[in-house]
């Protein structure tokens, strides 16, 4: 079995910053692409920032410029740094990794969700 677990979401004034947290444990013996994704009150749930296991990143350009994605390997951790929040930003916001479990198997697997709150 594979968990994921965030961190670090919370409340947090327009112009602020918040760093999010996803460690990914249980029987894995690669993570490829990881990414965060987040859904709004009524909306569909939307990629924010992804990362391939060599570190080439991808933003949509609504975040583009205020969020960063980075992992640590070694950790099997998945971080994104958020700059410049704004409202429009709050939402509840998930990992997702996509990686080979010990045995060879391929799985995706999400996290629980963090709830992300700006205030204007």
């Known amino acids: 079995q594979v968990h994921l677990v965030e961190s670090g979401g919370g409340l947090v004034q327009a112009g602020g910053s918040l760093r999010l947290s996803c460690a990914a444990s249980?029987?894995?013996?690669?993570?490829?692409?990881m990414g965060w994704y987040r859904q709004a009150p009524g909306k569909q749930r939307e990629l924010v920032a992804g990362?391939?296991?060599?570190?080439?990143?991808n933003y949509p350009d609504s975040v583009k410029g205020r969020f960063t994605i980075s992992r640590d390997n070694a950790k099997n951790t998945v971080y994104l740094q958020m700059n410049s929040l704004q409202p429009e930003d709050t939402a509840v916001y998930y990992c997702?990794?996509?990686?080979?479990?010990?045995?060879?198997?391929?799985?995706?697997?999400w996290g629980q969700g963090t709830q992300v709150t700006v205030s204007s």
């Open positions: 997702n990794a996509d990686l080979i479990m010990g045995w060879g198997r391929p799985g995706n697997y």
């Open positions: 249980g029987n894995i013996a690669s993570i490829n692409a």
């Open positions: 990362i391939t296991s060599g570190g080439s990143t």
